[in-house]
């Protein structure tokens, strides 16, 4: 996999929302810090993101094996399978096609769960199968003797919203482009936020931002043209 850029208010911030969007533990990655961010003048001011970059480990990819030698998506499904019928929840796991755009390893190992009124799943804003994914993560990494990033999805959910997101960036970057204003998105979670970015990344006239702290934070897009705010 080739470098990525993540960003947060702080360091810490910036590698947790990679690990988060990757589906990784820290172990598997190398982290290049390239701008340790500042606290501006009462935390607003002058503020300035942390930004990382961010490569998976070239020892042991795809070499995840279990105890029983299984395959790595047949461990992962076989775990998640476990994990919901513990909760009681009546579905089944699928191997999917990793997501298109994303900058996913292509060893990304991604489980798609079918079933019916699983929103419950999804939670606000993904934020419970963000949760479960990084559970099932955890747990075949340590029934296996190397690592690989795991996706999950819900019928699709992540899918459709990845798409929803680029028809909603793209909308906006025209709108930027016509007025020349800069528009800000609602809050999102880190992943979405980065769902945008890649969205806009082709457009050389377009900039995207990350601004805002904690479940605050939101995408600004702006023209490249527009003149830089002082610091």
């Not at 990382?52 to 461990?75: A, C, K, W």
């Not at 489980?111 to 804003?125: A, E, F, V, Y």
Request: zero cysteines; proline letters at 5%.
């Amino acid at each position: 996999m080739e470098k990525q850029t993540f960003s947060g208010h702080n360091v810490d911030e910036a590698i947790q929302n990679a690990l988060y969007d990757l589906g990784v533990g820290r172990e598997d990655v190398e982290i290049n810090i390239v701008k340790r961010g500042k606290v501006g003048l009462f935390g607003l001011v002058g503020a300035e993101e942390a930004v990382v970059e961010v490569s998976l480990r070239t020892e042991e990819r795809g070499s995840l094996r279990t105890e029983d030698q299984g395959s790595p998506e047949e461990e992962a499904r076989g775990v998640l399978e476990g994990l919901l019928k513990a909760m009681q929840i009546p579905a089944r796991v699928v191997l999917a096609p990793i997501p298109e755009g994303l900058g996913m390893s292509p060893h990304t190992v991604t489980l798609n769960i079918q079933g019916r009124d699983l929103g419950l799943l999804i939670g606000r804003q993904g934020q419970t199968l963000a949760s479960l994914q990084f559970l099932l993560n955890l747990m075949v990494a340590r029934r296996a003797k190397g690592r690989l990033p795991i996706i999950v999805d819900v019928e699709g959910y992540k899918s459709r919203r990845y798409e929803a997101l680029n028809a909603l960036a793209t909308r906006f970057a025209d709108q930027v482009r016509k007025t020349g204003q800069p528009v800000t998105l609602e809050p999102m979670p880190a992943f979405e936020r980065r769902l945008v970015h890649l969205a806009l990344s082709p457009f050389p006239d377009i900039i995207t931002e990350s601004t805002g702290m904690g479940t605050s934070r939101k995408v600004v897009i702006r023209h490249r043209d527009e003149e830089e705010p002082e610091q």
